[in-house]
């Protein structure tokens, strides 16, 4: 009997031991990517910042938030997203083209959305841990409006640190973008190379 009770209180321990080893790592990870995603997000923000407060013409200013938003966002994960199902029955060089055309498409259009920004500031608030990523929760302080918040998911699952999605003020980006690409989609009566090109043609 005392043996029984022995191994029990040891298998016991052990348990604990794995349980609370587990947790500690699992605590440490997401710190580490919680930073990770700050940094991101500090990152973007200082340059924006930079861009966007400088008395540049707009081309210049356009040409430079495209290229921010081409190094930290995942335009590959969020060409995919939008494009739904139909990703599904699309060859491999239909599926690059798209790509291609909606990083175009989409660093265009907000890049300019971002300008629009003008005289405005970004902080970071917080961030916290989601299913897919991190949240990481900022404000846009601007001069004549109302303060926006600013949430930008963020993850690696690309194999960089990067940004997948951006909720302005409430509105979902991917949400949104998903909506209008399927649109665009059907009245092209689900031909991807067209609506591909279309993409590359909207300012």
């Excluded at 990523?133 to 963020?154: F, Q």
Aim: hydrophobic content about 45%.
């Amino acid at each position: 009997m005392k043996l029984v009770k022995r191994t029990f209180k040891n298998f016991f321990i052990l348990i604990s031991i794995i349980f609370f080893s587990t947790f500690c790592m699992l605590t440490v990870s997401q710190a580490l990517e919680k930073s990770e995603a700050e940094e991101l997000i500090k990152k973007i923000s200082l340059e924006v910042n930079n861009i966007i407060s400088s008395a540049r013409d707009e081309s210049v200013t356009i040409d430079e938030l495209e290229f921010v938003f081409k190094k930290y966002a995942d335009t590959n994960i969020m060409a995919l997203t939008t494009l739904g199902p139909a990703r599904r029955t699309a060859s491999s060089s239909q599926l690059e083209f798209f790509k291609d055309s909606f990083q175009i498409y989409f660093l265009n259009k907000y890049a300019r959305r971002f300008r629009e920004l003008k005289d405005g500031e970004i902080s970071i608030l917080s961030s916290r841990p989601i299913r897919s990523g991190v949240e990481v929760k900022t404000r846009v302080h601007l001069i004549d409006w109302a303060p926006l918040e600013v949430l930008w998911l963020v993850s690696d699952r690309s194999g960089e640190v990067k940004i997948f999605n951006i909720i302005i003020d409430g509105i979902n980006l991917l949400s949104s973008e998903r909506v209008e690409i399927g649109v665009m989609l059907e009245n092209r009566n689900g031909d991807i190379d067209l609506l591909s090109s279309s993409l590359r043609g909207i300012n």
